[in-house]
Structure formats: structure tokens, C-alpha cells
């Protein structure tokens, strides 16, 4: 049970003398006069047939007298436990007879438990002398109820279970049955035997046949309330009888919308809560929820904290494939988009509502919640629901429903450029999803230029969310080859060159890193671009760094492997690029490139080091391999990489990849530290399909060509630069002849020498 501190009160019914720890639970306190559902019909019992009549508990029958005499005592008994001194006149103990005169105990629970001795009996009688005062004992018990320490005993002395019966029966008029909901509501709060009392007789389907009953409405629902909460095989079972339909059922009314039973929102959305966090409680919601709560959501006098239960709710349902396409295939995405919109001036709006004295909409009990809880909690509404509109635009039935021409996709263009930043992040996420063709793209490019907002925000805004939502919504548009040329003519590489500055967010640095692989591969001019000068001024430091220059420090300074490998999959992009010279720049023009890269980025090469010294991604193991070699195709390339090799760290996998061997016995555990040895696999590991096992041999195949494609070239570059047991060791596994321990040892030691008087042996491969 959740403590009564944490839980707010509930909402709707005043208790006339209800004690601080009840105010977790509505009271039912009696109302005026309602009508009767029936006004001819009897308060005799007619028994449903799936329940047996109660036995007559004797023979001896009542005057009107008596009764009224027991109707006294009943009442008197619950005035004078209520007393200060608590003290319980000897006439008003019993209830035995009214005729019994002995003198009550104090107010423990068996002395409750023996006051309430008989009163079963005397309800019986009552019953079934058809007589009037029957609602009226149950109001007298039902109001006893608001006090907790009668609840246990109304249930071990047979109370509750004769008001289940009067529940489970029809033709009951309408003051009893309002007197006995008012009963098992008080009698249930906290106290869980009664409730599996109700779940034990299957009486929550009666009570949800209540709602039914507009001038019952406004009881059924916090009785049932009371029942479910905390109280799982009640919510079960309600759920299983119905409660989901009739709930939407009823909040889709026009009674509910125009009249005070709306002041049930709140228990309404709680049962709903209760409902849908079962296994199979979404599944039981109908076609029609998700419509039925969005648009009593955006209906004007719904207060705040309702607005945001209620679409709270409805984003649950729309977790559930069957509710995405319904709302899909009924056009309505429009709802929750709608509602997004709504929801930033509902702060506003609830002021307005109580300037105008329309406080009566609120609740009874209720704090209005200040400015700043009420914005997060719509913060986190809004968040959800974008959520949930990333799913369903992810769907294939969304791009068909909703074309670039339609209505709904120019209010998400006219988004990009809005003042609200969750209104931006949802029209990046939705119209991202949207652009997954090439067709899109373009037309989102060259005829929407949306681009131009979406550099707009990386440029202005310092909110992440949103501009991490427009860097991949840039991405998806920057793998059209026709977008990539004009996103570079937006200054989109400058604007990345910000992103990939802020150290504080690496989720950010992440994402600009891997937009700007992007918009690099296969893009010769956004690569010179990307080698531009950081100034034009020849006189200024900053002339002779480019923004490649900023994107390799940041793959210096983080820590995180994945934006090393962006940064590293970025350079393996320009290798590619500049490897084949495109057909409008002339060769020169290539080579020239080619030189200023090497010659303004010395350590071009180093961000490679993370790929080939992983296991984790082969393919990408492969791209680093590849690119390596293609460096070491020209002579300043090979430069480059020939520094970066005078490091045992990077050295020690070239070996392994040519050979096919580990070398971690040749080395001590301590040097040997490029990835750990590979670790035993198990019997599952080992289960590779023949096709699995082909595809494996074929890239270490592939990686050991280019590997050797390597070392030819470093030899032949800058074969006179290095030192006889260096080169001998390249020879040797050039030629495939064996390479023993004592030369690669010798080696490592003569590095080791090497990388301890230079500035080499700073880098250390991250592993992952």
C-alpha cells in the first residue's frame, strides 16, 4: 500500500467529519433527492438468478416501531463512538435488539465487532419486509464507513456481503442503491480483505453497469476507484468485466461533457492508468479510445492536470500497433498534433478559467499546481507523445496517408521555424521519418529547401533536443548524392564544425560527427570544404587549421568510441573520395588536395587506429584496413602512417591480420595491449552457418591483402627511413616467411626506446 503522504487526494465528495488519513479515498457522503431509477419500483429484492436469496436469519418479524426503534440505535451508536471522550452511553451499546440493554465496551475493534453483532440479521429483516428504512440504515452504516475503524468489522460481520448482494440485485431503487455503492466505497478504502470480498462475489461488474446510470455516475466511479486502487485482482477483474469500455463509453457522452460527472475525470483516468498497465489491458480499450481521450483532452474546460492524464493515457494506447494504424487509417494524426499545440497555452488557460470564477471545474481538495510543475509535467507530456508520433510516422501506411503536398506535413514545415522547441523536435522526427527515399529528399531539398530551417537551428538554438532531432534529420536528407553538394553550399560544414565543439554534450558531438561523414562521402567539393582554412587571413594562426583540423581534435580529446568511429568512418570517406578522381576536377587539382591534406593534418591517420583495433564491428575493421592502404599508396600518405606505426600498439594487429596468428605470447601481457587475447568461446559461439563461416574467411582474406598492400607501399615509400630490424620484419611478412619471436621482440624494445624520446606514444587506442 503507497504511503498516504505520497498519494494526492482524491477528488469529489466532501466528508462532513472525514479524518486526515482518509483523505486518500473519496467519502461518500449521502446527496440530495435524486430521482429514482424506477419511482414504482419496490425495494423487495428481485434476485438475480445466478445468486440464491438470502435465507430469512428468523421467524420474528418487526413493527414499524421497532424499526425505527433500530434505526435510532444504529444511529446512535456511530454518534456516540464519534464522541470526544469516546465514551458510549449503556442504552445506545447494543445492536442487537432494540430491547438489549447491555453496556458497551470501549472502541476497540471487538468491541466494534460485538456492536455490530446482529446487524446483519436486522438488514435481512428489513429487506425482507420490503421496508423503506432499509436506505436508510444504509446510509447511517455508509456514513459509519468514513470512519476506518469500522471498515474491518462491516466486513467480519457480514455487512459487506449483504450490500454485495443489494449490488448484485435488480430492480433496487434508487436511494438503496446509491446508500449501498456509498457503503462498499467507504467500507473498501484501505482495507483489502474487503476488497477481495467484492472480487471474490465478481460484484465490480455491477457496479460498472452503474455507469450506465447518469445520476449514478457520479458515485460508481470513486467507488470503484476505491476498490482497484492498490488493489491488483480487483483491477483485474474490472478490467476483464468491462471497465475500459464503459469508462470511454462513458467519457464520449454528451451527458459527461455537459454536466458535473466531468469533475470524475480524475478517478476516470486513474482507472484507465489501472487498466492499461495490465498485460492485456490495452487490448481491451476500444477502436475509439485514443479518439474519444484526445479530443475531451482539448476541450477548453478540461482542467490541467486531466489534460495531461488524459493524453498521457492515450499515448499509452498509441504504444500498440493496433491503435498507431487506427489512427492512421481514420486520419486523425492530426489529434495529437493538435494537442501539442494546445497544450502550450494551457498554463493560460487554466488562469483564465479561474479568473472568470469557473473554479467549480476544479475538484474539491485540490491545490492548483504552481506555473513550474505544471509546465514539466506538460514537458514530459509533449515528450511522450512526440515519441509516439515517431513510431506511427514510421510506419509504411503513414508516407501513403500523408504525402509532402497534404495539409499535415505543411504544419510540420511551418514547425521547423516555430518558437517552441518540442514543436521543432516533432517536425524534425516526423518529417525525417518521411524522408527515407531518394524522390523525398530531393523535394524536400531543392523544391522545400527545408535544409535552410534545419541549419537555422544548429546555427541558433542551444537546446539539445532539438538540435540533435535536425542533425539527423540533416543526415537522413545529406544520403541523397544530388542534396549533398547544396547542403555544403548552406555553410553546413561550418555550422557542424560548432556541434563538434561542445565537450559538455557528447550525444551532440556524436551527432555532428556523423552528419558530417554524411555530407563528406562521396562529395569532392564539400571535402574542400571541409579543408578550408578556419580563416582567411594568411597572418592568422587559425589560417593554417582547417574544420577537418577541428574534427580530428575532437576525435582526440573524447573518450566515447562511438564518435571515434564517426571521425574515423570520416577520414576512411575522403580516402575513398580522393582515391578516384572525379570526372569534373582534373588530376592535379586531386593531387593537390591530396598534398594539403597530409601536409596541414599530420595525423590524419591516427583516428584509423580505433577501427583496426577493434573486433566488435569486422566490417568496419575492414574500412580501416582499406584506408590505410590507400593512404600508403602516395608518398606523403605513407608518411603518415609509416610515424604511426613506429607504435607497438598499432603494429601488433598489422602482424596478427597478415599472419593469422596472435602475437600475445611474443609480447608480455603488459606490452601486448591493442585488445585483449580473445577469450575462450563456448559451445553457442561456435554454431556459424556455412555461409557465416565463407563470409568470415573472405574478410580476413580481404584484410590481409590490404594489409600487405600496406606494408609494399611502406617499403617502397620509406623503406630507407627505417631501421634495419624494422624493415626486415616487413620483408618478412611480405614474403610470408615466419616471423619469430626474437625479431618482433627486438623490435618492440627498439619502438618502445623510440616512442619514449618523441611524442608518438601519446596515443592510445581506445578498445571496444
Not at 517552441?420 to 516526423?430: D, E, G
Not at 553538394?485 to 555550422?495: A, H, M, P, R
Not at 577501427?611 to 566490417?619: A, T
Request: aromatic share 6%; with cysteine; charged share 20%.
Amino acid at each position: 500500500m503507497v504511503s498516504l503522504q505520497s498519494r494526492s487526494p482524491i477528488l469529489g465528495f466532501q466528508a462532513l467529519s472525514l479524518s486526515e488519513s482518509f483523505a486518500k479515498y473519496p467519502d461518500f457522503t449521502s446527496s440530495g433527492s435524486h430521482p429514482s431509477i424506477d419511482p414504482n419500483s419496490s425495494s423487495k429484492a428481485i434476485l438475480d438468478a445466478s445468486r440464491p436469496a438470502p435465507k430469512t436469519p428468523s421467524d420474528k418479524h418487526y413493527s414499524e416501531g421497532e424499526q425505527q426503534t433500530m434505526i435510532s440505535t444504529l444511529k446512535n451508536v456511530f454518534l456516540s463512538a464519534n464522541r470526544p471522550d469516546g465514551s458510549i452511553p449503556v442504552n445506545e451499546a447494543s445492536l442487537t435488539t432494540p430491547e438489549d440493554t447491555e453496556t458497551g465496551p470501549d472502541s476497540s475493534y471487538s468491541t466494534r465487532v460485538e456492536m455490530l453483532h446482529g446487524v446483519r440479521d436486522i438488514l435481512y429483516q428489513l429487506w425482507f419486509a420490503d421496508s423503506s428504512l432499509v436506505s436508510e440504515a444504509a446510509q447511517v452504516l455508509a456514513d459509519g464507513a468514513r470512519d476506518s475503524a469500522w471498515r474491518k468489522p462491516y466486513g467480519d460481520t457480514g455487512i459487506v456481503d449483504f450490500f454485495l448482494i443489494v449490488v448484485n440485485t435488480e430492480g433496487v431503487s434508487y436511494d438503496l442503491m446509491l446508500q449501498s455503492l456509498r457503503l462498499l466505497g467507504n467500507s473498501c478504502a484501505d482495507v483489502d480483505m474487503n476488497r477481495a470480498r467484492v472480487v471474490a462475489q465478481d460484484s465490480t461488474l455491477p457496479i460498472i453497469r452503474q455507469l450506465h446510470i447518469p445520476s449514478l455516475v457520479h458515485v460508481a466511479i470513486p467507488v470503484l476507484f476505491n476498490i482497484c486502487v492498490d488493489y491488483e485482482p480487483a483491477q483485474i477483474q474490472a478490467t476483464g468485466n468491462g471497465l475500459v469500455h464503459a469508462l470511454i463509453n462513458l467519457i464520449f457522452s454528451e451527458s459527461f461533457l455537459s454536466s458535473d460527472q466531468r469533475n470524475m475525470t480524475s478517478y476516470v483516468c486513474r482507472l484507465l492508468e489501472f487498466a492499461t498497465a495490465l498485460p492485456n489491458g490495452i487490448g481491451a480499450a476500444p477502436e475509439n479510445a485514443v479518439e474519444v481521450l484526445l479530443r475531451l483532452a482539448a476541450d477548453p474546460y478540461t482542467e490541467l492536470e486531466d489534460f495531461v492524464a488524459l493524453n498521457n493515457l492515450a499515448a499509452t494506447l498509441l504504444s500498440d500497433l493496433r491503435f498507431q494504424t487506427i489512427l492512421v487509417a481514420h486520419c486523425t494524426v492530426e489529434l495529437p498534433l493538435s494537442i501539442l499545440v494546445n497544450s502550450y497555452s494551457r498554463i493560460a488557460a487554466t488562469e483564465e478559467l479561474c479568473r472568470l470564477n469557473l473554479e467549480s471545474r476544479t475538484p474539491a481538495g485540490v491545490d492548483r499546481q504552481s506555473d513550474a510543475e505544471a509546465e514539466k509535467s506538460l514537458v514530459q507530456m509533449r515528450t511522450v507523445i512526440i515519441q509516439v508520433l515517431s513510431d506511427i510516422s514510421a510506419l509504411p501506411e503513414f508516407k501513403s496517408t500523408y504525402p509532402l503536398d497534404s495539409p499535415l506535413v505543411g504544419s510540420l514545415r511551418l514547425w521547423l521555424s516555430a518558437s517552441q522547441s518540442q514543436l521543432q523536435v516533432c517536425a524534425c522526427i516526423v518529417l525525417g521519418n518521411l524522408a527515407r527515399s531518394d524522390e523525398v529528399c530531393r523535394t524536400m531539398v531543392h523544391d522545400f529547401h527545408i535544409h535552410e530551417s534545419l541549419i537555422g537551428i544548429l546555427e541558433e538554438s542551444r537546446d539539445t533536443p532539438i538540435v540533435h532531432a535536425a542533425a539527423s534529420f540533416l543526415k537522413n536528407l545529406a544520403l541523397m548524392r544530388d542534396n549533398k553538394d547544396t547542403l555544403g553550399e548552406s555553410g553546413i560544414v561550418e555550422i557542424m564544425s560548432r556541434l563538434w565543439s561542445m565537450d559538455t554534450v557528447p550525444q551532440i558531438q556524436y551527432a555532428g560527427a556523423s552528419l558530417g561523414r554524411q555530407v563528406i562521402s562521396g562529395s569532392y567539393d564539400n571535402i574542400k570544404r571541409l579543408l578550408a582554412p578556419l580563416s582567411s587571413d594568411p597572418d592568422s594562426p587559425a589560417h593554417s587549421r582547417t574544420y577537418l583540423s577541428l574534427l580530428l581534435s575532437l576525435c582526440e580529446k573524447t573518450d566515447q568510441v562511438p564518435i571515434k568511429m564517426e571521425v574515423a568512418r570520416s577520414v576512411t570517406a575522403i580516402g575513398r573520395a580522393l582515391s578516384s578522381t572525379p570526372t569534373s576536377e582534373s588530376v592535379a587539382e586531386v593531387n593537390d588536395t591530396l598534398d594539403r591534406l597530409y601536409e596541414l593534418h599530420p595525423d590524419i591517420a591516427w583516428p584509423l587506429v580505433t577501427m583496426v583495433c577493434q573486433s566488435k564491428w569486422p566490417v568496419v575493421r575492414s574500412e580501416g584496413w582499406f584506408t590505410f592502404a590507400l593512404m600508403a599508396k602516395t608518398f606523403k600518405g605513407s608518411g603518415a602512417i609509416n610515424d604511426l606505426l613506429m607504435d607497438m600498439e598499432i603494429l601488433r594487429p598489422l602482424v596478427e591480420t597478415i599472419t593469422g596468428r596472435q602475437t600475445v605470447g611474443w609480447l608480455e601481457p603488459s606490452e601486448a595491449s591493442c585488445g585483449d587475447e580473445e577469450p575462450e568461446a563456448d559451445a553457442g559461439s561456435n554454431r556459424q552457418t556455412e555461409t557465416e563461416k565463407r563470409k568470415d574467411e573472405e574478410t580476413r582474406r580481404i584484410d590481409r591483402e590490404n594489409a600487405l598492400v600496406l606494408v609494399s607501399k611502406l617499403l617502397e615509400h620509406r623503406g630507407t627511413e627505417m631501421s634495419d630490424l624494422r624493415k626486415q620484419v616487413f620483408e618478412d611478412l611480405l614474403s610470408g616467411s615466419d616471423l619469430d619471436y626474437v625479431s618482433f621482440r627486438q623490435l618492440s624494445e627498439q619502438t618502445t626506446e623510440k616512442n619514449a624520446s618523441s611524442s608518438m606514444g601519446k596515443f592510445v587506442p581506445q578498445h571496444e
